[in-house]
């Protein structure tokens, strides 16, 4: 009895290890028949081209200061019409008031501290006139240094009324405060007077004449102050010789 359930056992062991190695070989031959995948196909090149972009500097924490671009001023338009600009304003200084008496009064130049070369000569042209026949003739009977201290200052009363309009000089002293100085062709009046509008004036002169004509070639002068009327009697200096001073 215990020998046939021994036999029994085995052959339930047998049986077992047969069934599972059978099931093991037809899973194997399953696998075997089983259709395999096919891999996936490559992607078609469609020739995609690829830039490569630099990388973009960060900003830094620290702010920089941004510049501000200059105005640019438009540019105008050729065809449209001139537009009139309007002058600045300018605030006109208030008129000044004066006095019929101040009007009246011309004003004096100021006077030169130096010597003025006349530019054109004139007693050629005062001897030439017929009204001054007279002259001509007071000339021809002096001679030498006196006729041509006379025909300097025939051109000194003239060079004084063509500068200054505003004298009628008609008397000309060359030795009034100084003596005159005549060398050669040569005449210098370094204290002279010379009388306008019943008033005496100081005036000097640097005459040249020339040897051969007789003619004033050259004249430079400098007037000066008028002289104080307590001065006249010393100096021969009247206010008028007979005929009013007009």
Same mark, same amino acid.
């Given at each position: 009895?215990?020998?046939?359930?021994?036999?029994?056992?085995?052959?339930?062991?047998?049986?077992?290890?047969?069934?599972?190695?059978?099931?093991?070989?037809?899973?194997?031959?399953?696998?075997?028949?089983?259709?395999?995948?096919?891999?996936?196909?490559?992607?078609?090149?469609?020739?995609?081209?690829?830039?490569?972009?630099? /990388?973009? &500097?960060?900003?830094? *924490? =620290?702010?920089?200061?941004? +510049?501000?671009? %200059?105005?640019?001023? @438009? $540019? !105008? #338009?050729?065809?449209?019409?001139?537009?009139?600009?309007?002058?600045?304003?300018? /605030?006109? &200084?208030?008129?000044? *008031? =004066?006095?019929?008496?101040? +009007?009246?009064? %011309?004003?004096?130049? @100021? $006077? !030169? #501290?130096?010597?003025?070369?006349?530019?054109?000569?004139?007693?050629?042209?005062?001897?030439?006139?017929?009204?001054?026949?007279?002259?001509?003739?007071?000339?021809?009977?002096?001679?030498?240094?006196?006729?041509?201290?006379?025909?300097?200052?025939?051109?000194?009363?003239?060079?004084?009324?063509?500068?200054?309009?505003?004298?009628?000089?008609?008397?000309?002293?060359?030795?009034?405060?100084?003596?005159?100085?005549?060398?050669?062709?040569?005449?210098?009046?370094?204290?002279?007077?010379?009388?306008?509008?019943?008033?005496?004036?100081?005036?000097?002169?640097?005459?040249?004449?020339?040897?051969?004509?007789?003619?004033?070639?050259?004249?430079?002068?400098?007037?000066?102050?008028?002289?104080?009327?307590?001065?006249?009697?010393?100096?021969?200096?009247?206010?008028?010789?007979?005929?009013?001073?007009?």
């Amino acid at each position: 009895m215990e020998l046939a359930w021994e036999n029994r056992d085995e052959g339930i062991e047998r049986g077992a290890f047969a069934s599972f190695a059978l099931h093991a070989v037809m899973l194997a031959l399953l696998l075997l028949l089983l259709p395999r995948p096919e891999p996936p196909a490559p992607l078609p090149d469609d020739g995609i081209t690829v830039d490569i972009v630099p /990388e973009v &500097a960060k900003p830094s *924490a =620290t702010a920089q200061p941004v +510049a501000t671009p %200059a105005r640019i001023a @438009p $540019k !105008p #338009d050729v065809n449209a019409p001139a537009r009139e600009i309007a002058p600045p304003h300018r /605030e006109q &200084a208030p008129a000044v *008031a =004066t006095s019929p008496e101040a +009007a009246s009064v %011309a004003a004096v130049p @100021p $006077k !030169p #501290d130096a010597f003025v070369e006349a530019g054109q000569l004139f007693s050629e042209t005062v001897l030439s006139d017929p009204r001054s026949r007279g002259a001509r003739e007071a000339l021809r009977g002096l001679a030498g240094g006196e006729r041509n201290l006379q025909l300097c200052d025939l051109e000194a009363l003239e060079q004084v009324r063509r500068a200054r309009p505003d004298m009628r000089p008609d008397a000309l002293t060359p030795y009034a405060m100084a003596a005159e100085r005549i060398n050669g062709n040569g005449v210098e009046v370094r204290g002279g007077a010379f009388r306008s509008q019943r008033k005496w004036y100081n005036i000097q002169f640097k005459c040249g004449l020339d040897a051969g004509s007789g003619k004033v070639v050259s004249f430079a002068f400098l007037l000066g102050d008028a002289i104080p009327q307590a001065e006249w009697q010393e100096h021969d200096l009247v206010a008028d010789d007979g005929a009013a001073d007009q």
